[in-house]
């Protein structure tokens, strides 16, 4: 699976939209970018993916560059709740590989 | 509530004593994943079961570490002669397909 890369943290006013960004130069054609987060004290939460369009669903939206080298997960409009470790993985999505690697992930704390 | 359900949430032991965690997946999911999360870092994948079948351990999961799922619904996780190095949070979660993993609260294990 190709290696993400993501700011350790990031800070975003509450009612404004959270932006959180990913780069993964080195993505395979057939390889997908997922979008997870942990809420502290909690198990992670699946969130979004995308293959190359941009995907939006009641959580948030995925922006996905048209080289497919980086990728945005926007969340709308932030709440405290949503104060979290988001994690960006890039994997094949097809079945008998099922193993998820998480990176470190950004930070991201939601500002009243 | 219909999500994965792990068991105890916080376990703590003494050095050279055996533990054992349960993993209550989704009812319908035949695909159950093992996590380990240690303070700071990204969840780590221990091993994966499709139904009662176990098709893949990482190299994290030594000989003390045994996984069962009998009958393809409840899982177990069982660590002989613990050690200091094996406090962190141990993940369940289920799924499905590939990518689209649903978490468990986690069990916490203190080795003391």
């Known amino acids: 699976d190709a290696k993400t890369t993501q700011p350790p943290s990031m800070d975003c006013a509450e009612g404004r939209a959270a932006n959180l960004p990913c780069n993964h130069s080195?993505?395979?054609?057939?390889?997908?970018v997922y979008w997870y987060r942990q809420i502290h004290s909690q198990g992670p939460q699946y969130i979004i993916h995308?293959?190359?369009n941009n995907e939006t669903n009641e959580m948030a939206s995925l922006i996905i560059t048209e080289d497919r080298k980086s990728s945005t997960l926007i969340l709308p409009h932030a709440t405290l709740r949503d104060t979290a470790v988001y994690y960006c993985?890039?994997?094949?999505?097809?079945?008998?590989?099922?193993?998820?690697?998480f990176g470190t992930g950004t930070r991201l704390t939601i500002i009243p | 509530d219909t999500g994965v359900s792990q068991n105890p949430r916080h376990k703590i032991t003494k050095r050279g004593q055996n533990v054992t965690f349960r993993c209550d997946p989704i009812?319908?999911?035949?695909?159950l994943y093992w996590y380990r999360q240690t303070l700071g870092q990204g969840p780590e994948f221990l091993t994966y079961?499709?139904?009662?079948?176990?098709?893949?351990k990482s190299r994290l999961l030594s000989d003390r570490f045994s996984a069962e799922r009998p009958k393809g619904s409840f899982s177990t996780l069982e660590i002989q002669r613990t050690e200091q190095g094996d406090s962190a949070m141990y993940l369940c979660?289920?799924?499905?397909?590939?990518?689209?993993?649903?978490f468990g609260s986690g069990t916490q294990l203190s080795v003391l």
């Open positions: 009812s319908e999911h035949n695909r």
């Open positions: 993985i890039v994997r094949v999505a097809n079945f008998g590989n099922e193993k998820l690697t």
């Open positions: 079961f499709q139904n009662e079948a176990q098709l893949e």
């Open positions: 995308g293959l190359k």
């Open positions: 979660a289920s799924s499905l397909g590939p990518g689209v993993l649903f």
């Open positions: 080195t993505i395979s054609g057939n390889e997908y």
